[in-house]
C-alpha cells in the first residue's frame, strides 16, 4: 500500500471511531432521559411528626423508586407568620414538580407566629385554617400531584385531641381539583397507632404480636423509635 492509500484510510478508520462513539453515547443517553423522565419525586410537608418520621418514610418511598423531599418545619401549622405554607407550597411545586405531597398538621399554633385577632380553637381559627388549607391544596395540585392529607394520629391531650378532630373533618372535606369525585386523597394512621376502636394507647404489641413496645413519647403526642416505624409505613403504605 503506497503513502496515498495509508492516508486515505486512516481518515475513514478515524470517522468510523466516531460513529460507533456516537452510537454508544446515545444508546447510554436515551434510557437515562427516559428512566429521568419515570422517575417519581414525592415532597413531605407537616409538622414535628413529619420531620421526626421522615427518615424511615424516604426510606420506605425510596425503595418504591420515589426520589423524596422533607420540607416539614416542627412546631409549624397552616396559620403561621413566620412560616408562609402557601409560598412555601408555590416553591415547592415550582422546584420539585412532584407526583406526590403528604400533609399533616395536627394544629400546631403560635409557635411560629401568630395572625391578628386569632386565639386556638376559636371560630375564626378553623375558618382560617380551612381556607388556607383548601388554598394549599389548589397549590399542590396545580400540576397534577396527588396530594394526601393525613388524618390522625390520636393523642393523650384531650384538648389538644379536639383541635385534631377538628381539622380532620376540615381535611376530609376539601374540594380536590384534581380527583374525579372531589374528595381529598387522605391517609389515616388512626388505625396503625391505636387500640381497636382507635383509642389512645402508649403501647403496642411488637412484631408478630410479641411484647408491648413504646410507640409515644412521654407528652402523649409524639413517637418514639417504634412508633415512627408504624407511622413511616402507614403513610408510605397509603400512598397508591
Known amino acids: 500500500m503506497n503513502a496515498q ?28 432521559a427516559v428512566l429521568e423522565h419515570q422517575r417519581k419525586t414525592a415532597v413531605l410537608i407537616g409538622d414535628s411528626l413529619t420531620a421526626e ?50 400533609v399533616e398538621f395536627i394544629g400546631d399554633f403560635g409557635n411560629l407566629g401568630t395572625p391578628p385577632g386569632v386565639q386556638a380553637n376559636t371560630p375564626t381559627f ?50 380536590a381539583p384534581n380527583t374525579a369525585s372531589g374528595t381529598p386523597l387522605l391517609i389515616n394512621v388512626t388505625p396503625a397507632l391505636t387500640e381497636p376502636g382507635g383509642k389512645y394507647t402508649e403501647y403496642l404489641p411488637g412484631p408478630g404480636g410479641g ?7 412521654p407528652d402523649g403526642t409524639h413517637l418514639t423509635i417504634y412508633g415512627v416505624a408504624i407511622f413511616a409505613r402507614a403513610i408510605a403504605e397509603g400512598i397508591h
Open 211 to 217: 411484647a408491648p413496645i413504646q410507640v409515644r413519647t
Open 126 to 175: 378553623y375558618r382560617d385554617w380551612a381556607a388556607a388549607a383548601q388554598e394549599l391544596e389548589n397549590i399542590l395540585t396545580s400540576r397534577g400531584a396527588q396530594v394526601y392529607w393525613v388524618i390522625g394520629p390520636p393523642v393523650e391531650n384531650p384538648s389538644i385531641q379536639t383541635t385534631i378532630t377538628n381539622l380532620d373533618y376540615i381535611y376530609e372535606h376539601l374540594h
Open 53 to 102: 418520621s421522615a427518615p424511615s418514610i424516604s426510606v420506605y418511598l425510596q425503595a418504591r423508586g420515589y426520589s423524596v423531599y422533607p420540607e416539614a418545619i416542627s412546631g409549624s401549622g397552616l396559620l403561621d407568620t413566620e412560616v408562609d405554607w402557601l409560598a412555601r407550597g408555590r416553591e415547592f411545586i415550582a422546584q420539585y414538580n412532584p407526583n406526590v405531597v403528604t
Open 5 to 32: 492509500e495509508q492516508t486515505s484510510v486512516r481518515p475513514r478508520r478515524g470517522w468510523l471511531w466516531v460513529l460507533v462513539a456516537m452510537i454508544v453515547a446515545i444508546a447510554i443517553t436515551v434510557p437515562l
